[in-house]
């Protein structure tokens, strides 16, 4: 997250191991600080499914969590930084919609081993499609943030099509 706060960070010793760190290894976007932490917040949510945290009001809670998230967004959007690839509201965000999805009619009838395989190129796949998106509107001459909408629409659109086509080539190959 010390990308994203950036701005917020300036002159401090936590920016500047960080950019040493940078000068190692070319981002911070490998997946060993992000999985464990979802992993773990999957595991919770089954874990303690019927604490009162969980099963009381969870559409109401991720709404709060949504709104914390859209205000985190726009005090990060209005100083520039490095980048901005992780938001603390993210996690109680997923930790809700998580919650909130495994309850509705809906997914209580779902083949929950179908989503692991899902996410899994979901999250081998989107880096390629936030690249392209990129590239391809560079030649466009749109704001930062309308260019933003379209890569975000572009990559999980594209990431969805083609995790979805190569898990059903997966199952028709003998």
């Not at 965000?93 to 179908?114: A, D, P």
């Not at 936030?130 to 943030?145: D, V």
Request: aromatic share 26%.
């Amino acid at each position: 997250m010390i990308e994203t706060y950036s701005s917020y960070l300036s002159n401090t010793h936590l920016l500047s191991a960080y950019k040493l760190y940078q000068q190692v290894f070319f981002t911070s976007r490998n997946g060993i600080f992000y999985v464990p932490i979802f992993i773990c917040l999957g595991h919770l949510v089954y874990d303690y499914r019927n604490h009162r945290l969980l099963y009381q009001f969870p559409f109401l809670k991720l709404v709060g969590c949504f709104a914390f998230w859209l205000l985190e967004g726009y005090f990060i959007f209005i100083n520039p930084g490095l980048d901005k690839n992780f938001f603390l509201g993210l996690l109680p965000f997923s930790f809700f919609l998580f919650n909130w999805v495994s309850r509705t009619s809906f997914c209580s009838q779902k083949e929950w081993g179908y989503f692991k395989h899902l996410s899994a190129y979901f999250f081998y796949l989107h880096p390629i499609f936030i690249e392209l998106g990129f590239y391809l509107m560079n030649r466009y001459p749109l704001q930062l943030w309308e260019k933003g909408i379209f890569v975000a629409l572009f990559a999980i659109i594209g990431t969805w099509l083609l995790s979805i086509f190569l898990i059903r080539y997966k199952t028709l190959k003998p």
